[in-house]
């Protein structure tokens, strides 16, 4: 199985600024990997798809970058509405596996 | 706009089977994609239970497989999740979402989720 493991558990950061969340897979994805947005009470959903494509609607403050085992979701200037938790997603060994990270706490700080 | 409704009883009993369905509207199962079933246990995150593709294949975590069916009824565009031996460790919210194909197999629309808790 694909592990997948982000950091920081939490991240605390200013409206404003630019907040960097990580997804290290345990071997490689290539660039096979989703971001979901999940807030309190709400279904999660989908930010990024194929590691830096944007979903519809998605605004364009919000990038992802990265292949193979290293990846990168940043949040270039934080709005109120992105205080959410942050999940990455491998899709890459569809369908002996499908894995989801622990999530990343995105906090105001 | 494709949407999509969770629905079925909210408590389970131990050592039961959790049964739940997905309301699919805006776009036909028939059609294309894997529809798929992933849960997230009270302050949790998220695992993946199963997918189904409209033909009826199904694919599942091999963690739950011995215990997991998907099924689908293109008639009423509708598929359902089915979980037996339930325990404590089975209480989470249940969602059910599409699963994209040609672009990734990432999931692109879900459903608010449903509350399912498993007590005697």
């Known amino acids: 199985e694909i592990v997948m493991t982000q950091s920081p558990a939490t991240l605390s950061v200013s409206p404003g600024e630019r907040a960097t969340l990580s997804c290290r897979a345990s071997?490689?994805?290539?660039?096979?990997l989703a971001w979901y947005q999940q807030k309190p009470g709400q279904a999660p959903r989908l930010l990024i798809y194929?590691?830096?494509t944007r979903a519809t609607g998605i605004p364009a403050r919000f990038s992802g970058s990265g292949s193979g085992t290293e990846f990168t979701l940043t949040i270039s200037s934080l709005q109120s509405e992105d205080f959410a938790v942050y999940y990455c997603q491998q899709y890459n060994n569809w369908p002996r596996g499908y894995t989801f990270g622990q999530g990343t706490k995105l906090e105001i700080k | 706009q494709v949407q999509l409704q969770e629905s079925g009883p909210g408590l389970v009993k131990p050592s039961e089977t959790l049964s739940l369905t997905c309301a699919v509207s805006?776009?036909?199962?028939?059609?294309?994609?894997?529809w798929g079933w992933i849960r997230q246990p009270p302050g949790k995150g998220l695992e993946w239970i199963g997918s189904i593709y409209h033909s009826g294949s199904t694919y599942y975590n091999p963690s739950l497989k011995s215990r997991v069916t998907i099924s689908v009824d293109t008639s009423k565009n509708q598929f359902s999740l089915k979980l037996s031996s339930v325990t404590a460790a089975d209480t989470a919210v249940y969602y059910c979402?599409?699963?994209?194909?040609?672009?990734?197999?990432?999931?692109?629309?879900w459903g608010q989720g449903t509350l399912v808790t498993v007590s005697s």
């Open positions: 805006g776009y036909s199962i028939s059609s294309g994609y894997y």
């Open positions: 194929g590691a830096s």
């Open positions: 979402a599409r699963q994209g194909i040609l672009t990734g197999y990432y999931l692109d629309y």
């Open positions: 071997q490689s994805v290539s660039s096979n």
